[in-house]
T-cell receptor, first 111, second 115 residues
Framework: KNEVEQSPQNLTAQEGEFITINCSYS?????LHWLQQHPGGGIVSLFM???GKKKHGRLIATINIQEKHSSLHITASHPRDSAVYIC?????????????FGQGTRLTINP | GAGVSQSPSNKVTEKGKDVELRCDPI?????LYWYRQSLGQGLEFLIY????????KSGLPSDRFSAERTGGSVSTLTIQRTQQEDSAVYLC?????????????FGPGTRLTVT
């Protein structure tokens, strides 16, 4: 079993829909990252969380440390949000600098 | 300011040849990371530098892989005697070690194809 599991693996939605991507992890962590990878391959860091909730524009990330679960929400989704979204955690045991990645969620937003 | 840059952007090499991949981190970032993303696979950690030293090399897949960092800045990932399974996108990231903490900024990657 992977240390970091994302769901769904693929998600297709219509423009304007509310999107939720889930991430569950099995280890103690010091922080969780949400990353966005566009079809060209470039990766952008969206959020870094250790507790609670963060919001940036139409993106919201939440984390529940007790339940070892995080969600990424996109409100009023747009075709330009189409990308792969990757959850990654910093493992407390293995060291603060090493990221362990989920397999990613491929999101497609149709106009 | 400039982001993380990597060169070359694409590299095609023959099996058995050595390759060097370069990463220029954001100026002032003390931590530098190398990752690999194989076709259809997720990202995997290779090595992490703090300054010029590498406290964690646990992700390097074999002794054909090595990396160094000089002057606390540029890093080179070297793959000797390349194999077809080395084909992947190699990504570099950098971050501050303190302050804002460990938020990582990624470069565009080097796509390596071993024929």
């Amino acid at each position: 079993k992977n240390e970091v599991e994302q769901s769904p693996q693929n998600l297709t939605a219509q423009e304007g829909e509310f999107i939720t991507i889930n991430c569950s992890y099995s280890v103690g962590i010091s922080a969780l990252h949400w990353l966005q990878q566009h079809p060209g391959g470039g990766i952008v860091s969206l959020f870094m969380l250790s507790s609670g909730k963060k919001k940036h524009g139409r993106l919201i990330a939440t984390i529940n440390i007790q339940e070892k679960h995080s969600s990424l929400h996109i409100t009023a989704s747009h075709p330009r949000d189409s990308a792969v979204y990757i959850c990654a955690v910093r493992n407390l045991i293995q060291g603060a600098q090493k990221l362990v990645f989920g397999q990613g969620t491929r999101l497609t937003i149709n106009p | 300011g400039a982001g993380v840059s990597q060169s070359p952007s694409n590299k095609v090499t023959e099996k058995g040849k050595d390759v060097e991949l370069r990463c220029d981190p954001i100026s002032g970032h003390t931590a530098l990371y190398w990752y690999r993303q194989s076709l259809g696979q997720g990202l995997e950690f290779l090595i992490y530098f703090q300054g010029n030293s590498a406290p964690d090399k646990s992700g390097l897949p074999s002794d054909r892989f090595s990396a160094e960092r000089t002057g606390g800045s540029v890093s080179t990932l070297t793959i000797q005697r390349t194999q077809q399974e080395d084909s992947a996108v190699y990504l570099c990231a950098s971050s501050w070690y303190r302050g804002r903490g460990y938020e990582q900024y990624f470069g565009p990657g080097t796509r390596l194809t071993v024929t």
